[in-house]
């Protein structure tokens, strides 16, 4: 059974900080890996998406990797605003007939300005 | 094409009352799913339809939770006899066989 773990549960940094947020899988049979962020009360705002063959996307001042042997992915983002503070969360799309999404609990982000 | 839309955005209601969540999905995708996101958790998938085809659907998915799709366009989620317990986040996402989900804002429902 698929799942998915992210750690740290929360983070709060100073503005300008660069920082990284970490996803683990435990099953490699994945068809992609997104990341996506959450304001509170809010829907899903996708942010990056990686396939299975690929290694890392990267979106201004997101990068995010994926290591499918060593089931982790990491959501690096440089030079953090307050804005950016948010909920983030990681799922992987298991490599099956429904393509489900499999998430994890998320880190909540807070950068102070 | 607007996206992935959901009506209502919100749903206040009390114990006991039935309520219905409809998801419009993007014209082309045939694939349709529902999550549920609780306070505090990631989302958590409830069922799938393929066209008008209820493909799986989650333990989550008490006898009170119904699903359809007719016709393989909109989808309705209904629940019955509401709990406390339901108060959620309900999401919607398509996709087509060759592509990613893409979400919808969601329906809040709130239990009294």
């Known amino acids: 059974k698929q799942e998915v773990t992210q750690i740290p549960a929360a983070l709060s940094v100073p503005e300008g900080e660069n920082l990284v947020l970490n996803c683990s899988f435990t099953?490699?049979?994945?068809?992609?890996l997104q990341w996506f962020r959450q304001d509170p009360g809010k829907g899903l705002t996708s942010l990056l998406l990686i396939q299975s063959s690929q290694r890392e996307q990267t979106s201004g001042r997101l990068n995010a990797s994926l290591d499918k042997s060593s089931g982790r992915s990491t959501l690096y983002i440089a030079a953090s605003q307050p804005g950016d503070s948010a909920t983030y969360l990681c799922a992987v799309e298991i490599d099956s007939g429904t393509y489900k999404y499999i998430f994890g609990t998320g880190t909540r982000l807070k950068v102070l300005a | 094409d607007t996206g992935v839309s959901q009506d209502p955005r919100h749903k206040i209601t009390k114990r006991g009352q039935n309520v219905t969540f409809r998801c419009d999905p993007i014209s082309e995708h045939n694939r349709l799913y529902w999550y549920r996101q609780t306070l505090g958790q990631g989302p958590e998938f409830l069922t799938y339809f393929q066209n008008e085809a209820q493909l799986e659907k989650s333990r989550l998915l008490s006898d009170r939770f119904s699903a359809e799709r007719p016709k393989g366009s909109f989808s309705t989620l209904e629940i019955q006899r509401t709990e406390q317990g339901d108060s959620a986040m309900y999401l919607c996402?398509?996709?087509?066989?060759?592509?990613?989900?893409?979400f919808g804002p969601g329906t809040r429902l709130t239990v009294l």
């Open positions: 996402a398509s996709s087509s066989i060759s592509d990613t989900q893409y």
């Open positions: 099953d490699s049979a994945i068809y992609n």
